[in-house]
């Protein structure tokens, strides 16, 4: 899959699919609305129209179901019919498993995706995690030929028509991001270190045509960030802040995006074990998420001040790492006693968060992170775990993420509860939690706020995406569509704009306070 790439077209054309292998994939009562004429060009000479109504009529997916339409050269799949409340209507996840089992081999192979225009950005970021862009087998370099997946998007229900090319090009712009994400969470930490990160956003950059701004290594002390430094400080690669900055003209609020580019996490000096330890290149997971979706918010017209916020370290150890007991002083200004090195992701991300506070002058600040192993236990491998100062944006969170496929549901909110797991004798709080068994994933999330204080008047929301970053052995690029689909509103895109829950002032709730109203204005 590492050599694939991926076309969205208006129209695939028609081929043999002897020559072209074919698949075609919707929800089954999505697939009955196809006519005929639209898919003969794709499948003859090899099938028939009656072969075709007899293969529909065969299917029972529970929840989904395929069947072979030519051999092994065409395939016919069907999504759920229904799903719950708490999954996206696009089915998204059953929509990659799907690919990667039913898509025909090929060197030049054609997608059919048959479903509502609502639901096409959710499909096409699904669509793209079923090509992962990383691999170092040993026959993978030897291919020379470059292969590709041609998609074509077969729209029924009311808002039919043809898909457009500002369709096109959003799909292909959050895809690449999505793959992108991926394929820096799949490069292991020999090659993804931090300095490859930067060369990352470097180049995004460039393509852009901004010029990141870079504190690294001994001026990150000089400076103050203490948790980035702390973290870092005994790699031999260095750690670093970068910031990607978007500053249109017109631009009515700013907005931060931070996250978390651990590249690898040994726990530091308390070290994690032989097997919790491997798979812990994904703990950048965040950082990636943010660089891709960055690169496609920009490219499709963000009208916004964005700042994409990158806290990159290694945890390592050796001489010069941190130990428990040490107390750092933080960008906020707030000492921290660290009673276990392997809590250092919200370390680096109250640095991030603070600076885009006190420097950037961010509104409505957004961290993601693979911050906690206990995320995959309060929500779940799936959904992302959100906890955010706002019921409205906790909300949007969720809704967003059922409409992009990166689903999302809520952490318990309560500092005044919480917030005293962190307590001190010598400082203004430790860095882990007294009691692992009261809400961690939240109480994890509140050490990050605290850095920019809970009584602050703008948005914040914290994003943990430690079990739905991966699936099995490969990145996901999960992030990406949800910061897309999230803040859609403040794009030129109109794709994004109807994927976005926050385009409507209907949606808000009655008696807002003047702080939550002022929180609208993405919209």
Known sequence: MANVGLQFQASAGDADPQSRPLLLLGQLHHLHRVPWSHVRGKLQPRVTEELWQAALSTLNPNPTDSCPLY???????????????????????????????????????????????????????????????????SGASRRQEKKTVTVEFFLVGQDNGPVEVSTLQCLTSATEGVRLAARIVDTPC?????????????????ELGIVPTVIRDEELKARGFGGIYGVGKAAIHPPALAVLSHTPD?????????????VYDTGGLSMKGKTTMPGM?????????????????????????????????????????????????????????????????????????????????ADIILDMATLTGAQGIATGKYHAAVLTNSAEWEAACVKAGRQCGDLVHPLVYCPELHFSEFTSAVADMKNSVADRDNSPSSCAGLFIASHIGFDWPGVWVHLDIAAPVHAGERATGFGVALLLALFGQASEDPLLNLVSPLGCEADAQEGDTERDSKRRRLV
Request: net charge positive; aromatic share 6%; proline share 4%.
């Open 281 to 361: 290149k994904r703990d950048c997971g965040g950082a990636a998420a943010v660089l891709g979706a960055f690169r496609a918010a920009v490219k499709q017209g963000f009208k916004d001040t964005l700042h994409a916020v990158f806290c990159l370290a290694e945890n390592s150890v050796g001489p010069n790492a941190t130990r428990p007991d040490d107390i750092h002083l933080l960008y906020s200004g707030k000492t921290v006693e660290i009673n276990n090195t392997d809590a250092e992701g919200r370390l680096v991300l109250a640095d991030g968060v603070s600076y885009a506070c006190k420097d950037l002058g």
């Open 250 to 262: 017109g631009a009515t609020q700013t907005i931060a995006w931070v996250g978390k580019g651990i």
């Open 71 to 137: 051999l092994n050269y065409a395939t016919v799949a069907a999504l759920p019919s229904r799903v719950s409340r708490h999954n996206s209507p696009s089915a998204a996840h059953f929509i990659t498993r799907l690919v990667r089992t039913c898509l025909p081999p090929g060197t030049h192979r054609c997608i059919l995706m048959v479903c509502e225009r609502s639901d096409a950005f959710a499909s096409a970021c699904a669509l793209a995690r079923a090509f992962p862009l990383f691999t170092h087998r």
């Open 190 to 206: 020999n090659e993804m270190n931090t300095d490859t990160f930067l060369e990352e956003i470097k180049k995004v950059g460039k």
